[in-house]
């Protein structure tokens, strides 16, 4: 069984596979499928319209599909890699371990944000931008410009003490577990880590910055972590609905996949320890 943990607690050899196989996925072309298959969603994705992985209750069991499908990628590379986690309510700081140079590399430099440190900056000819917003094709951050603060735990307890998953009417304006995690309403978790690291990672196109992998990551170590604090609750909608994906509802891309066949990820991994 797969665990994935902490990035604080990998090995040096851990991280350089890690880092390895993102790098060879990138070469042999695969790597930018992710990134355009998570715009294109992001670009249709709206809170009138049919949503699937944003602004939507399936937002939590499709961002684990597709953590998921890129994990198994970076297994056929390497089987011992697996995705680490970056708990930003722990590493904060723009100094943090996170950004050295031997796992993603440094804060963008002043005026063009481009990261020029760490196996993923322009200069180094590796990581080249093909799917991108603009002619710039390099890496960009903006490491605590857009917002000055990251999560802090007590904000994350608050929101893993929200009882029901989702409600209607199922778009960023909605109460409920999933829309705090996401950010649109309350404390603002996960949008707010996009605006924080800035550069890439503010736009759709955010799997450019390998960061999004171990945000992600964390954001669906703490959807299991709801879910075992509130046994009793559950996915949400459970019947068909108008525009979103019900609880057995096939999710696009994949039209193999339904929210509940990605409720238990212990079928597929585990976690280090609980948050």
């Known amino acids: 069984?797969?665990?994935?943990?902490?990035?604080?607690?990998?090995?040096?050899?851990?991280?350089?596979?890690?880092?390895?196989?993102?790098?060879?996925?990138?070469?042999?072309?695969?790597?930018?499928?992710?990134?355009?298959?998570?715009n294109r969603f992001i670009v249709s994705d709206t809170d009138n319209g049919e949503r699937t992985?944003?602004?939507?209750?399936?937002?939590?069991?499709?961002?684990?599909?597709?953590?998921?499908?890129?994990?198994?990628?970076?297994?056929?590379?390497?089987?011992?890699?697996?995705?680490?986690?970056?708990?930003?309510t722990a590493d904060r700081t723009a100094t943090a371990g996170l950004w050295a140079d031997d796992l993603l590399g440094g804060n963008g430099r002043s005026g063009d944000n481009r990261v020029t440190t760490g196996p993923?900056?322009?200069?180094?000819?590796?990581?080249?931008?093909?799917?991108?917003?603009?002619?710039?094709?390099?890496?960009?951050?903006?490491?605590?410009?857009?917002?000055?603060?990251?999560?802090?735990?007590?904000?994350?307890?608050?929101?893993?003490?929200?009882?029901?998953y989702d409600a209607a009417p199922w778009n960023s304006s909605s109460a409920g577990f999933r829309n705090q995690l996401e950010g649109w309403r309350g404390v603002n978790l996960h949008n707010r880590v996009h605006v924080w690291v800035g550069g890439l990672m503010g736009t759709g196109m955010s799997p450019n910055d390998p960061v999004f992998w171990l945000h992600h990551c964390f954001i669906d170590k703490l959807w299991a972590e709801w879910q075992r604090r509130h046994p009793q609750q559950g996915y949400l909608p459970t019947a068909a609905t108008t525009n979103v994906v019900s609880l057995n509802t096939a999710m696009k891309p994949w039209n193999d996949t339904t929210p509940a066949d990605m409720l238990d990820h212990t079928r597929y991994y585990t976690y280090d320890s609980a948050f």
């Open 1 to 38: 069984m797969a665990v994935r943990k902490n990035q604080a607690t990998l090995t040096a050899k851990e991280k350089r596979d890690f880092v390895d196989a993102l790098l060879q996925l990138k070469r042999l072309g695969r790597y930018d499928a992710y990134v355009s298959t998570h």
């Open 53 to 88: 992985g944003h602004r939507s209750p399936s937002f939590l069991p499709w961002h684990r599909k597709f953590l998921l499908q890129f994990e198994q990628d970076l297994q056929s590379v390497n089987p011992a890699v697996t995705l680490p986690y970056w708990d930003w």
């Open 120 to 164: 993923f900056a322009g200069a180094g000819g590796q990581w080249t931008i093909t799917v991108r917003p603009d002619s710039r094709d390099y890496l960009r951050r903006s490491l605590g410009t857009g917002v000055a603060q990251l999560p802090t735990r007590a904000e994350v307890e608050s929101v893993l003490a929200v009882q029901t």
